[in-house]
C-alpha cells in the first residue's frame, strides 16, 4: 500500500510562492509517474505537473506552465512543487498521486493511489 506525505500547503498573497513536498513509501513498480493534481470547491479535479521515475521527464498543465516546477529526489522517494507567481485561481487542496505508467501527463487524471492533500491558499 502506497503511503504519501504531504507537506508544504499554506496562506501566501498573490504573486508570492509555495514549496510543496511528498514523500511516498510503498511504491513497488519499477516505472511509475507521480506528480499532483489539485481540486478547488466546486470545480472539477485539474492535473497540476507529473514526473516519471525512469528519466525524470516532467510536465505541466497549461495554467501552471512557467510558474510551477516539478522536481524528484529518488534517494529520499520525494517529490516537490515549487509554485511561483501564485494567483487566486490556484487555491486548492492539493494532491500528490502516482499510477504505474511512462507517460506523464497531467491531463490523465487515473492514479492508482493518492495523499490527503494538502491546502493552498492564495489571498491578500
Known amino acids: 500500500q502506497v503511503q504519501y506525505v504531504e507537506s508544504g500547503g499554506g496562506l501566501v498573497q498573490p504573486g508570492g510562492s509555495l514549496r510543496l513536498s511528498c514523500a511516498a513509501s510503498?511504491?513497488?513498480?519499477?516505472?511509475?509517474?507521480i506528480g499532483w493534481f489539485r481540486q478547488a470547491p466546486g470545480k472539477e479535479r485539474e492535473g497540476v505537473s507529473c514526473?516519471?521515475?525512469?528519466?525524470?521527464?516532467?510536465n505541466h498543465g497549461d495554467s501552471v506552465k512557467g510558474r510551477f516546477t516539478i522536481s524528484r529526489d529518488n534517494v529520499k522517494n520525494t517529490v516537490s512543487l515549487q509554485m511561483s507567481n501564485l494567483k487566486p485561481e490556484d487555491t486548492a487542496v492539493y494532491y500528490c498521486?502516482?499510477?504505474?505508467?511512462?507517460?506523464?501527463?497531467?491531463?490523465?487524471?487515473?492514479?492508482?493511489?493518492w495523499g490527503q492533500g494538502t491546502q493552498v491558499t492564495v489571498s491578500s
Open positions: 510503498g511504491i513497488t513498480s519499477k516505472y511509475y509517474v
Open positions: 514526473i516519471t521515475s525512469s528519466d525524470g521527464t516532467t
Open positions: 498521486a502516482s499510477r504505474g505508467s511512462q507517460l506523464c501527463d497531467p491531463r490523465i487524471l487515473s492514479f492508482s493511489s
